[in-house]
C-alpha cells in the first residue's frame, strides 16, 4: 500500500505515527502541499493511502484506524468517542491556533488560546479516569491520533499551561516513543514548514465552529428555528396594534449638520481615494459604500450623522500625470475630482459632503498640526538617504521606486510597503531599487528632513488604544494590525518629502519641502469638513459629544490606529479621535486580483456601462463585504444571487403583497383579523428586525443583509400557505382571511423598504412610491409596527428587479476579462467600444436599433429580389441576424433568433 | 442552513436508528454544547458522546457487526464516511458547502453501491439521514416559484 504524505501538512504527523506505532509497512510517497491529491474528495496537503485493492482512504483518521485494524486492535466505544471527538472538536481548533501561529505570527500562551477548551477536556479525562492513555493503559489509535493533531501546533510539553498536569505528562510520554518522534522529525523539517506556512497565507483563515455562531453566518434559519415565547408573541402583536404612531418622528438635521447635544452625534469618514486613481469595486465596497450604508442607517435610526470624504490630491503621482498630460497639478486634480464625484454619485453615495484635500483650509490646519507637535517637541530632524533618479532628475516618491522586498524577497515590492508581506518599508532598503519612470537605477543621496517622534508618543498612544478598543467597535483585523505594529517597535516616522505638489513646510530650512502625504490625507477628514462648516471644530475638537468611526480597507489601518492619532494626540488640542475603526479584508476579482494595467476587473466608472443598475451593484457588493476575511466577485455569482435574492425572494415578495392588494381590494388596504399564527409569524419578524439593528449597531452590514432577505422568504412561505389568490374566491370567512394575509403581507414590505434603504436606496424609494408609504414612517425602531393601516390606498405595483440573462453576464465578463497590452489607465481613454449592451430597456437605443433592423431587412429584401450574388446576401443577412440580436438584448428579451426555414429543409 | 443549527436532531436519527436495528426503546439522549452533540445517558459513567460513536455502538448491541464491514479494509472504509458525515456534511455552513458535498458524493458513488462498494453499512444509513433534509430542501426551493402572478 502507498501512503501519500506531504512534509510540513499537519495530518501528515499522525498518520506517519500511526503506521511507525502500528509497524504498517507503506511505501511513502512525499507530496508539496499544492499538488494534486491522490484522493479526489480532499486537498493535497491531506494524506491518502492507497490500498492494493485500489481503494484510496482520504481521512487521516481512517488512515490510522486502518492500521491498527490491520494489526488486529479493533475499535471500541472509547476509542471511537475519541476519534470523533478529535475530527469535530479539535481539528477546527487546532488549525485556528495552527493559522494563528503560522500566519499571524502569535507566540506562547496566545497561540494555544483557542484551543483552551479542547485541552481542559483531555486533561479532565485523563485525570478521571487515571489511566495513562486516552482510552486505557496502552497506546491506541486514539492517542496516536490527538497527539498527531497537538503537536505541530505545542511542540513541546512546555507550552501548554502548568495546571493541565496529567495532559502534560501523557503529552510528553507521546512525544518521546519512537514512532511519535519519527515521525515529527520526517514532517516537520523546517523548509516543509515554511512551504505550508506560504500555503497556509494563501488559504482563508478557518472559522471555529463556535465563532461561526455568532460571527460569519446569522442563519435565516437560525432565527426562525428558534422556539417564540408566549410573551415574545404578545409584545410583538401589541407592538403591532399600535401603529405607525409609535414611530419616532424622522430626525431632520439643519443643514450644515453640526453636533446637538443631548443627541447620538455619529462622525463617518471614509477613506480618502487617491485622485488619480479610478476606483474598483473593491475600492468602492471597502470605503464609500460600507460607510455609506452604515450612514444611512445612522440617519434611520435617528442619530445626528454627518458623512464626508473627498479625494487625496497631493504627491509625485499627481504631479507626473500633470506633465503626462500637459497640465498642472491643480487642473489634473480638478478633473479626477470630477470623475470620483461621478461615480459615487452613480453608486448613490450620500455623503453630506464629498471634498477634497487641496484647499486652503487643509494648509492652515495641517500646518497648525505641525507648529503645535513642534512645538511640544514631537518632532525630529534627520538627515536622510533618499533614491534619486538622475535621468528624471528628481527625488523618488516611495510609490515610483520598485524593488526587492528586504523582508519576504517578493520581486515587486513598493518603495513604501510591499504588497506581499505587507511590511512597510523604507525605500532605500529595497534591494535592486528601480525608478519606476524610466527604469533607471536610482542613487541614494543625503537630504533633511523631518520625523513624528512616535517613540516618544507611545506613552499616550497606548492608554487612548485601550481605552478605544474597551469602548468601541474595532474590526478584529484592526486590532490585529495595529498590535503588530506596536508589537514590533514604534519608529520615527518621516513626514516631510522633497516635492512640490503638496502642503509647504511652515519652517526654515524646509521651505522647499512638503508635507509627506501620510501626515497629510487624514488630515483631509479635518480640513474637508472645514469647508463644508466654518464650525467644523464642533465635529472635530469635541470627542466628548462625536462618536467617530473610520472606514477603510485593511491596509490603511496602521495610519488610522497609529500615526494619526499619534499626530492628534501629540498636538493636544482636544481631537476627536477614532472611536469604531471598520477596516474590510480584499475583494478579489473572479480568481485573480483587480488590476487596472491589465484591464482587470470592473472599475467604478465603467460599471454604469454594464446596464446593470447602481442598486444591484450595490446589493451584490455588499453582500459579498469581505468581513472578515476575502471574497470575491464573480459574474455568474452576481447573476445568480439577482435571479434568486432580489428576483424570486424578495422582488417575489413585495410584488406579490402589493399586488394582492391591487387586484383583489381595489388598491386598498383591507381589513385585517389576526389570527395566532399571524402574531407568530408578527414576532418571528421582530426577531429578524432585531437581529438586523444588533448586527447593524455593530457595522456588520453584510450580515445584515441577511437578515431582510430573511424577512422576506418568511412573507413567501406566509403567502404561499395562506393561498390568498384562492382564498379570495370563497366564502365570506375565507376572504376575510385573503384581506388579513394581504394586509400583513403589505405591511411586510413597507417595513422591507426602510431596512432596505441603507443596501439599496432607489428600490426602497420605488417601493416607497408604489406602496405609497408616508415618509414619516421612513424612520427605524425595534419592532415591527402595521404602518399601512386597513383604508391606506397604495399606488401603481411594478416589478422591481429585472432578471439577468446567461449570454448578457457571458458577454461582461469577457468584456472585463482584461486585456493583453499594457495602455494608459482607462480614464483617460475613450468609453469601451459601444456597447453590444445597452442599459436594458433604454428606449433611444432600442428604436435607433428597431430602424435599423427594419432597414437592413429592406436591403436584404431588395438584394434577394434582384437576385444578387449568394456571399453577399449571406453576408448581409448574418448583419441583420446580429442587429436583431442586440435587439433582442436591449429589449431584455433573450436573443433566440428562428434559423431561416430554407435553410432547415437543405 | 447547519444541520448542526436544528436542535435536536442528533437524538431523533438515533432513535430511528434504534427502530432500524429492531432495539428495544428505552434508550435516554441528551445533548451537550453548542453543536447539540448527542450524547446517551448510561446508568454508570459519564456516557456516550458522539452521533457516529453511538450508532456504532448502538449497531454493536443489536449484533448486526456487519453493518461496520467485516474485513480492516471496510471498517476503515466505514469510518472514513462516518467522520465525513458529521464534519462535512455537518459541518458544512453554506448552500455552496452543500453543493460541492452532494457534487463529491456523486462522482464517488458514480461506479459504486454503496458507500463502501458492495456492501450496506451504517455509513449509507447516517449520510441518509444526514442529506435527508438537504435534498427535501432542493425539492421544496424548485416548488418555491409559484405561478398565481
Given at each position: 500500500m502507498r501512503l501519500r504524505v506531504a512534509a510540513g501538512g499537519p495530518a501528515?504527523?499522525?498518520?506517519?505515527?500511526?503506521?511507525?506505532?502500528?509497524?504498517?509497512?507503506?511505501?511513502?510517497?512525499?507530496?508539496?502541499?499544492?499538488?494534486?491529491?491522490?484522493?479526489p474528495l480532499s486537498p493535497p496537503w491531506v494524506p491518502a493511502l492507497e490500498l492494493d485493492s485500489g481503494t484510496v482512504l482520504f481521512s487521516a483518521n481512517a488512515i490510522c484506524q486502518f492500521f491498527f485494524l490491520a494489526r488486529g486492535e479493533e475499535p471500541t466505544d472509547l476509542t471511537n468517542?475519541?476519534?470523533?471527538?478529535?475530527?469535530?472538536?479539535?481539528?477546527?481548533?487546532?488549525?485556528?491556533?495552527?493559522?494563528?501561529?503560522?500566519?499571524?505570527?502569535?507566540?506562547?500562551?496566545?497561540?494555544?488560546?483557542?484551543?483552551?477548551?479542547?485541552?481542559?477536556?483531555?486533561?479532565?479525562?485523563?485525570?478521571r479516569r487515571g489511566t495513562a492513555y486516552l482510552a486505557g493503559d496502552s497506546k491506541s489509535v486514539a492517542d496516536v491520533v490527538v497527539w498527531g493533531t497537538l503537536f505541530?501546533?505545542?511542540?513541546?510539553?512546555?507550552?501548554?499551561?502548568?495546571?493541565?498536569?496529567?495532559?502534560?505528562?501523557?503529552?510528553?510520554?507521546?512525544?518521546?516513543?519512537?514512532?511519535?518522534?519519527?515521525?515529527?522529525?520526517?514532517?516537520?523539517?523546517?523548509?516543509?514548514?515554511?512551504?505550508?506556512?506560504?500555503?497556509?497565507?494563501?488559504?482563508?483563515?478557518?472559522?471555529?465552529?463556535?465563532?461561526?455562531?455568532?460571527?460569519?453566518?446569522?442563519?435565516?434559519e437560525e432565527g426562525s428555528e428558534r422556539a417564540l415565547t408566549e410573551e415574545e408573541i404578545t409584545a410583538a402583536a401589541d407592538a403591532w396594534a399600535r401603529g405607525a404612531a409609535a414611530l419616532p418622528k424622522p430626525w431632520q438635521p439643519q443643514k450644515p449638520v453640526l453636533p446637538v447635544e443631548g443627541m447620538r452625534n455619529v462622525l463617518i469618514t471614509s477613506a480618502l481615494p487617491y485622485v488619480n486613481n479610478v476606483p474598483h469595486l473593491g475600492n468602492i465596497i471597502g470605503c464609500v459604500l460600507s460607510a455609506?450604508?452604515?450612514?444611512?442607517?445612522?440617519?434611520?435610526?435617528?442619530?445626528?450623522?454627518?458623512?464626508?470624504?473627498?479625494?487625496?490630491?497631493?504627491?509625485?503621482?499627481?504631479?507626473?500625470?500633470?506633465?503626462?498630460?500637459?497640465?498642472?497639478?491643480?487642473?489634473?486634480?480638478?478633473?479626477?475630482?470630477?470623475?470620483?464625484?461621478?461615480?459615487?454619485?452613480?453608486?448613490?453615495?450620500?455623503?453630506?459632503?464629498?471634498?477634497?484635500?487641496?484647499?486652503?483650509?487643509?494648509?492652515?490646519?495641517?500646518?497648525?498640526?505641525?507648529?503645535r507637535l513642534l512645538a511640544r517637541g514631537f518632532l525630529l530632524q534627520d538627515t536622510v538617504e533618499q533614491l534619486q533618479c538622475e535621468d528624471c532628475q528628481r527625488f523618488l516618491a516611495d510609490r515610483f521606486v520598485e524593488g526587492t522586498c528586504p523582508f519576504c524577497s517578493y520581486e515587486e515590492a513598493r518603495g513604501d510597503q510591499c504588497d506581499k508581506c505587507g511590511k512597510l518599508i523604507n525605500a532605500v532598503e529595497l534591494k535592486n531599487p528601480q525608478c519606476k519612470l524610466c527604469r533607471g537605477v536610482p542613487v541614494v543621496k543625503p537630504t533633511q528632513h523631518l520625523f513624528l517622534d512616535l517613540p516618544k508618543l507611545e506613552e499616550r498612544l497606548e492608554p487612548w488604544l485601550e481605552q478605544s478598543w474597551a469602548t468601541g467597535d474595532w474590526t478584529a483585523n484592526a486590532r490585529y494590525i495595529t498590535r503588530s505594529w506596536i508589537r514590533d517597535g514604534l519608529k520615527p516616522r518621516c513626514i516631510t518629502r522633497d516635492l512640490k505638489w503638496g502642503t509647504p513646510v511652515p519652517l526654515d530650512g524646509f521651505r522647499d519641502k512638503v508635507f509627506y502625504v501620510w501626515f497629510d490625507a487624514p488630515i483631509g477628514y479635518l480640513s474637508i469638513t472645514a469647508n463644508y462648516t466654518d464650525q467644523w471644530e464642533r465635529w472635530w475638537k469635541n470627542p466628548q459629544q462625536v462618536e467617530l468611526y473610520n472606514f477603510m480597507a485593511k491596509d490603511n489601518v496602521p495610519f488610522h490606529s497609529v500615526i494619526f492619532p499619534c499626530s492628534l494626540l501629540g498636538a493636544e488640542d482636544n481631537y476627536t479621535l477614532v472611536n469604531h475603526l471598520i477596516a474590510t479584508e480584499y475583494l478579489n476579482y473572479e480568481d485573480g486580483k483587480f488590476s487596472k494595467s491589465r484591464g482587470v476587473g470592473v472599475f467604478g466608472d465603467?460599471?454604469?456601462?454594464?446596464?446593470?443598475?447602481?442598486?444591484?451593484?450595490?446589493?451584490?457588493?455588499?453582500?459579498?463585504?469581505?468581513?472578515?476575511?476575502?471574497?470575491?466577485?464573480?459574474?455568474?455569482?452576481?447573476?445568480?444571487?439577482?435571479?434568486?435574492?432580489?428576483?424570486?425572494?424578495?422582488?417575489?415578495?413585495?410584488?406579490?403583497?402589493?399586488?394582492?392588494?391591487?387586484?383583489?381590494?381595489?388598491?386598498?388596504?383591507?381589513?385585517?383579523?389576526?389570527?395566532?399564527?399571524?402574531?407568530?409569524?408578527?414576532?418571528?419578524?421582530?426577531?429578524?428586525?432585531?437581529?438586523?439593528?444588533?448586527?447593524?449597531?455593530?457595522?456588520?452590514?453584510?450580515?445584515?443583509?441577511?437578515?431582510?432577505?430573511?424577512?422576506?422568504?418568511?412573507?413567501?412561505?406566509?403567502?404561499?400557505?395562506?393561498?390568498?389568490?384562492?382564498?379570495?374566491?370563497?366564502?365570506?370567512?375565507?376572504?376575510?382571511?385573503?384581506?388579513t394575509v394581504t394586509g400583513v403581507a403589505v405591511n411586510m414590505a413597507s417595513l422591507l423598504a426602510v431596512l432596505l434603504q441603507p443596501y439599496m436606496p432607489s428600490v426602497s424609494s420605488a417601493i416607497q412610491g408604489q406602496l405609497c408609504i408616508p415618509p414619516d414612517c421612513f424612520v427605524l425602531s425595534h419592532d415591527f409596527t402595521c404602518t399601512l393601516p386597513p383604508g391606506h390606498h397604495v399606488g401603481t405595483v411594478s416589478p422591481l428587479f429585472q432578471k439577468l440573462e446567461n449570454n448578457q453576464i457571458e458577454a461582461l465578463r469577457k468584456r472585463f476579462g482584461g486585456r493583453q497590452a499594457k495602455q494608459s489607465p482607462p480614464a483617460s481613454e475613450p468609453p469601451p467600444a459601444p456597447a453590444t449592451l445597452g442599459p436594458p430597456g433604454d428606449p433611444q437605443l432600442i428604436q435607433e436599433l428597431t430602424e435599423e433592423v427594419a432597414k437592413q431587412g429592406n436591403y436584404v429584401r431588395q438584394l434577394k429580389a434582384n437576385k444578387a450574388e449568394k456571399a453577399q446576401v449571406d453576408m448581409e443577412v448574418a448583419k441583420l441576424l446580429q442587429l436583431k440580436k442586440q435587439l433582442a438584448l436591449a429589449e431584455g428579451k433573450s436573443p433566440e433568433i428562428p434559423v431561416p426555414k430554407g435553410k432547415r429543409k437543405k | 442552513m447547519a444541520a448542526s443549527a436544528r436542535p435536536g436532531l442528533g437524538a431523533e436519527e438515533l432513535a430511528l436508528l434504534e427502530k432500524l436495528l429492531g432495539l428495544p426503546k428505552g434508550n435516554k439522549y441528551g445533548v451537550q454544547g453548542e453543536r447539540k452533540v448527542p450524547v446517551l445517558q448510561t446508568n454508570n459513567g459519564p456516557g456516550l458522546t458522539g452521533l457516529t460513536t453511538i450508532a456504532a455502538h448502538l449497531v454493536k448491541q443489536a449484533k448486526k457487526d456487519q453493518l461496520l464491514g467485516s474485513t480492516a479494509e471496510e471498517k476503515a472504509v466505514v469510518q472514513q464516511w462516518l467522520e465525513y458525515r458529521v464534519t462535512r456534511v455537518d459541518g458544512g455552513c453554506s448552500k455552496e458547502d452543500t453543493g460541492i458535498i452532494l457534487k463529491d458524493l456523486n462522482i464517488y458513488l458514480e461506479d459504486k453501491v454503496y458507500l463502501a462498494g458492495n456492501i450496506f453499512t451504517l455509513a449509507d444509513i447516517l449520510m441518509y439521514y444526514g442529506l435527508h433534509h438537504v435534498m427535501m430542501l432542493g425539492k421544496s426551493i424548485q416548488d418555491y416559484w409559484i405561478t398565481d402572478q
Open positions: 501528515a504527523l499522525k498518520v506517519l505515527a500511526a503506521a511507525g506505532a502500528a509497524a504498517a509497512p507503506v511505501r511513502l510517497v512525499w507530496g508539496g502541499p499544492s499538488e494534486r491529491s491522490l484522493a468517542q475519541w476519534l470523533e471527538w478529535e475530527a469535530t472538536e479539535l481539528q477546527p481548533a487546532a488549525s485556528a491556533a495552527l493559522y494563528a501561529q503560522l500566519v499571524h505570527g502569535k507566540k506562547g500562551l496566545e497561540a494555544v488560546e483557542a484551543l483552551g477548551k479542547s485541552l481542559a477536556h483531555i486533561e479532565q479525562n485523563l485525570s505541530p501546533v505545542l511542540q513541546d510539553e512546555t507550552s501548554l499551561p502548568s495546571e493541565l498536569q496529567a495532559l502534560r505528562t501523557w503529552f510528553q510520554s507521546m512525544t518521546l516513543s519512537e514512532a511519535c518522534r519519527k515521525a515529527a522529525d520526517s514532517v516537520l523539517v523546517p523548509k516543509a514548514l515554511l512551504e505550508f506556512k506560504s500555503y497556509l497565507q494563501k488559504q482563508p483563515p478557518p472559522c471555529l465552529a463556535m465563532e461561526r455562531a455568532t460571527s460569519n453566518e446569522p442563519e435565516e455609506d450604508t452604515f450612514a444611512r442607517y445612522c440617519r434611520l435610526r435617528n442619530w445626528n450623522t454627518l458623512y464626508v470624504c473627498g479625494t487625496d490630491e497631493y504627491g509625485t503621482a499627481t504631479e507626473t500625470k500633470a506633465v503626462e498630460e500637459g497640465l498642472t497639478p491643480q487642473e489634473i486634480c480638478n478633473k479626477y475630482n470630477t470623475i470620483h464625484a461621478d461615480i459615487y454619485r452613480w453608486f448613490d453615495i450620500s455623503f453630506d459632503y464629498f471634498g477634497r484635500t487641496t484647499t486652503p483650509y487643509q494648509t492652515t490646519i495641517a500646518q497648525d498640526i505641525f507648529q465603467m460599471a454604469k456601462d454594464t446596464g446593470i443598475p447602481a442598486d444591484i451593484w450595490r446589493f451584490y457588493l455588499l453582500y459579498l463585504r469581505p468581513e472578515g476575511q476575502d471574497s470575491a466577485f464573480s459574474w455568474s455569482d452576481l447573476m445568480l444571487k439577482n435571479n434568486s435574492e432580489l428576483l424570486n425572494n424578495l422582488g417575489n415578495f413585495i410584488n406579490r403583497a402589493g399586488m394582492f392588494v391591487c387586484k383583489f381590494f381595489g388598491g386598498t388596504v383591507p381589513d385585517m383579523v389576526l389570527t395566532p399564527d399571524d402574531k407568530r409569524l408578527l414576532a418571528r419578524v421582530t426577531l429578524e428586525l432585531r437581529q438586523y439593528h444588533q448586527l447593524l449597531e455593530k457595522v456588520r452590514i453584510r450580515d445584515a443583509l441577511r437578515c431582510i432577505l430573511s424577512i422576506s422568504r418568511h412573507g413567501n412561505q406566509y403567502i404561499q400557505v395562506n393561498e390568498p389568490w384562492k382564498r379570495i374566491k370563497g366564502d365570506e370567512k375565507d376572504r376575510q382571511r385573503a384581506g | -
